[in-house]
């Protein structure tokens, strides 16, 4: 496991009504690691975001030392953790310490994907037209698989929002980091704002047109629609996904290892990169099985044996999922 994790490891799905998080585990070369969790919560007509920041005693202590001090023990919290609520922008900052004979290993109970668990190929797919996908679709076992891209024209993609809340790979540089952290915690504004005014956008935007015919596809054929996106688009459209956003939510339900077994094709949609790790588990399940992505440029997890559509999906969706 290499010391900076993809930024992006917990993406949990958000429900404005009822809070749930969107999460980053951030960590620098030198294996201090903090995980920022932000949750919407709708106050009448607005979007209050709380937050939560949890960290190792050892990464804590890299922190100025006032803001050290903002790590107290909680009311009926066990030893091990620490929380301090701060109320007005309603952030929590919680402590864990862990025993030094306990070895407990984050990324499996945060169900976080590593690098070495995502497909990456670099290979040299074969073309495919919008017409041939369409056939492969109503005579195959498929599962369509969606990214960003396809939610890209009604909502702000995810490099968008992480540009927004200066996240990067920068941060394992130095001391960035902690720099980075402190000023969230002085200056929680700045970042509850952004991502207030992105659950916002969220819950007001409609499903595009790809979204529509997609869900229709879905439906009509009985494919498995399965997404990285936490945007609710698809759910707007008529349609329950299995959401994955980052997170390994797959290889331990049987009716997902059944149905993956069976799948002729995954089908990708303005998805860039095998972010669940989901790709590599179908093609370890189903060695057999294809992948075809539809991106505006070529990903970076197909291999000569799968095949490519470039092409906005908004532009070519009348096309693939004509019924």
């Not at 949990?12 to 919407?40: C, G």
């Not at 790590?71 to 309603?90: D, I, L, M, V």
């Not at 595009?208 to 439906?219: D, R």
């Not at 799948?263 to 790790?277: H, R």
Request: proline letters at 2%; aromatic letters at 10%; hydrophobic letters at 35%.
């Amino acid at each position: 496991m290499t010391n900076f994790l993809k930024i992006i490891l917990l993406v949990t799905v958000f429900y404005v009504q009822n809070i749930s998080a969107m999460t980053w585990e951030l960590a620098n070369k030198a294996d201090h690691r903090f995980v920022i969790s932000f949750f919407p919560e709708k106050i009448s007509s607005e979007t209050r975001v709380n937050s939560d920041i949890f960290c190792r005693a050892d990464s804590l202590r890299t922190l100025p030392s006032e803001q050290q001090k903002l790590f107290r023990k909680s009311t009926g919290e066990t030893e091990s953790q620490r929380t301090f609520q701060k109320f007005g922008y309603e952030f929590v900052y919680s402590l864990f310490k862990y025993a030094e004979e306990e070895s407990a290993d984050e990324s499996e109970e945060l169900n976080l994907v590593l690098d070495d668990q995502r497909l990456v190929c670099e290979g040299t797919p074969t073309e495919m037209s919008c017409e041939e996908l369409n056939e492969i679709i109503k005579m195959k076992n498929v599962i369509f698989y969606t990214g960003a891209g396809i939610s890209a024209a009604a909502v702000p993609t995810m490099n968008v929002l992480l540009n927004a809340l200066k996240i990067s790979k920068d941060l394992e540089e130095g001391d960035k980091l902690q720099h980075y952290i402190s000023d969230v915690i002085s200056n929680p504004e700045k970042y509850t704002e952004i991502l207030g005014d992105f659950f916002d956008r969220c819950e007001k935007a409609l499903p595009t047109f790809a979204h529509v015919l997609l869900s229709e596809c879905s439906k009509k054929f009985n494919h498995l629609l399965v997404t990285e996106n936490v945007d609710q688009l698809h759910q707007k459209s008529g349609i329950e996904p299995i959401i994955f956003a980052g997170s390994d939510r797959y290889s331990s339900d049987e009716r997902i290892t059944a149905l993956v077994k069976e799948a002729d094709y995954i089908v990708t949609i303005g998805l860039n990169s095998d972010e669940s790790g989901f790709l590599k588990f179908y093609k370890a399940q189903n060695p057999k099985g294809k992948i075809i992505s539809i991106n505006l440029a070529q990903t970076n997890y197909l291999s000569n044996e799968d095949f490519y559509l470039e092409g906005d999906i908004q532009k070519l969706a009348k096309k693939i999922f004509e019924l």
